[in-house]
């Protein structure tokens, strides 16, 4: 893929959804970062099940931890993972309140010191709450910018880095909703929807299987 290739790429994007969001429901920067800590290897829709009863009896560090482990599980139990999630989120909450009195921090190395954060939890954190023009790379971005040829890599992190690299700066802020969404709903692992993409004319993927026929 060009360089006019992928503005072209995120042109289409934009123009068809001018201000993605993220589909994860919450109503605070805490809420955020424990449904992105509990939506590891969920959905989004799962998620935002279980955070709609837990989110109205803890909204805070201190009423989650509140709730105990027993309580906690009770309400994350449909979510995978469920037990360790809940040590982790328990964790994260007693470490927001003894090292940041109870706020979200807007710092990469801080965040990803809380148990259960990793790059991905953080980078959407500092995105979304924050609106710091990072790209977290979940499988769904993984896989469209290697198929697209955007950005490939091997590794998470290599597919990052060639984001932050060629993805252009208008575009930077939400090419990491516009990419989720994307894999999401048109470029299916098992069967893209290239009949229906919006950015087909600039993918490498489609070129390859338009030459072969």
Known sequence: MTDADVQAFF???AAANPHPRSELVYTSVFELLAAVLLSAQATDTSVNKATRALFARAPTPRAMLALGLDGL????????LY???AGNLLQTCRLLLERHGGAVPRDRAALEALPGVGRKTANVVLNVAFGEPTIAVDTHVFRVANRAGLAPGRTPAEVEQG??????APYLQH?????ILHGRYVCLARRPRCEVCAVRPWCDHARLQSAAR
Request: charged share 15%; aromatic share 4%.
């Open 163 to 168: 984001l932050l690299a060629r993805v252009p």
């Open 73 to 80: 599980t009770a309400h994350i139990r449909s979510i995978g």
């Open 175 to 179: 090419a990491h909703h516009w990419l």
């Open 83 to 85: 037990r360790t999630k």
């Open 11 to 13: 042109a289409a994007l």
